[in-house]
């Protein structure tokens, strides 16, 4: 069984984005390492290029910043990183730059992976999701924040990114046949200084909408307000090694005040429900557990 990792990026420095961890968290199980470098304006490439392995396959791409609806643009660059993989590989482990992994979970998707290799129904394996927020103690919780995403796939050119590369659907948009696997995703995206997140809200938001949309919903602010959330939980366990050092630096301060967290009394029903039960109503999957 042979394992490709693969990612794409763009102007990592600028927005700050954890692609170094988000890589390295998982290439001590792949066998090689391919990683879509859009043109920067940043030293992105050396960036990547300073990663010491011989596994890493950089492949240069040149964004179409004209495609502005519903994140296309990062699917499209995600399909060509994976149509790169040659059929040698058994499994393609997709980590966003923003994503990591915690070690303790190594062996157990290893494992998994070799379960299901020979198994041709089983299409991709679905992870559980940490999202932190605001600082490295907090996490979202709530209908805001998916629950579950496919992340490993099997090698098949028939499967594609889907929409905005949250998921992966087949070639005639069918959702994927999956299993459940007992490991996280830790999700960094927001996590970062707010000057950064800021910058990255303005620049990201332009994959989605026109700059008049931009204008409009998008501050123009210096700094992202983190106080504008709803439900967050206090995070005490521990995060992916790789992520130690960005937790040591981090120089920003938030602290979650739930007494002014904006929340409808419908959407605080459903959260109860969800607590109680584990139920999510209404939730969007976009896979099929078998």
């Known amino acids: 069984m042979k394992v490709a990792g693969f990612t794409i990026i763009r ?3 600028t927005y700050d984005y954890p692609v170094i961890e ?6 001590p199980i792949c066998d090689a390492f391919y990683i879509g470098v859009g043109k920067s304006n940043d030293a992105t490439r050396k960036l ?3 990663i010491a392995s011989d596994k890493l396959i950089i492949i240069d791409s040149v964004w179409d910043d004209n495609l502005r609806e519903g994140g296309k643009v990062l699917a499209i660059e995600t399909n060509k990183v994976f149509d790169a ?3 040698e590989f058994n499994w393609c482990f997709y980590i966003q730059s923003d994503e990591c992994v915690h070690e303790q979970d190594l062996s157990t ?3 998994t992976m070799q379960q299901y290799n020979n198994n041709t129904k089983v299409e991709g394996l679905l992870f559980k999701y940490k999202h932190f927020y605001g600082q490295y103690n907090y996490i979202g919780s709530g209908g805001r924040w998916y629950k579950n995403e496919i992340r490993i796939i099997k090698n098949n050119k028939n499967i594609r990114s889907y929409k905005d590369a949250q998921g992966f659907r087949t070639i005639d948009n069918k959702k994927l046949n999956v299993k459940k696997i007992n490991a996280f995703i830790y999700h960094y995206g927001w996590v970062k200084p707010p000057k950064a997140q800021q910058a990255k809200q303005q620049n990201f938001h332009k994959m989605w909408h026109d700059d008049v949309w931009v204008k409009k919903n ?3 602010a210096d700094e ?3 106080n504008n959330i709803d439900i967050l939980e206090e995070y005490k366990q521990s995060h992916p090694a790789v992520i130690a050092n960005r937790i040591k630096n981090s120089d920003w301060s938030f602290t979650y ?3 002014k967290a904006k929340l409808k009394s419908k959407y605080k029903f459903l959260f109860f429900i969800e607590k109680l039960t584990g139920w999510r109503i209404g939730e969007n999957k976009n896979y099929k557990i078998i």
Do not use: V
């Not at 988000?22 to 290439?27: C, D, N, R, V, Y």
């Open 257 to 259: 005040d739930k007494t």
């Open 22 to 27: 988000a890589i390295t968290s998982i290439l």
């Open 224 to 226: 992202f307000n983190y």
């Open 85 to 87: 993989i040659t059929s």
């Open 218 to 220: 998008i501050s123009a």
């Open 48 to 50: 990547i290029e300073s």
């Open 11 to 13: 102007n990592a420095i």
């Open 109 to 111: 998707i290893i494992q």
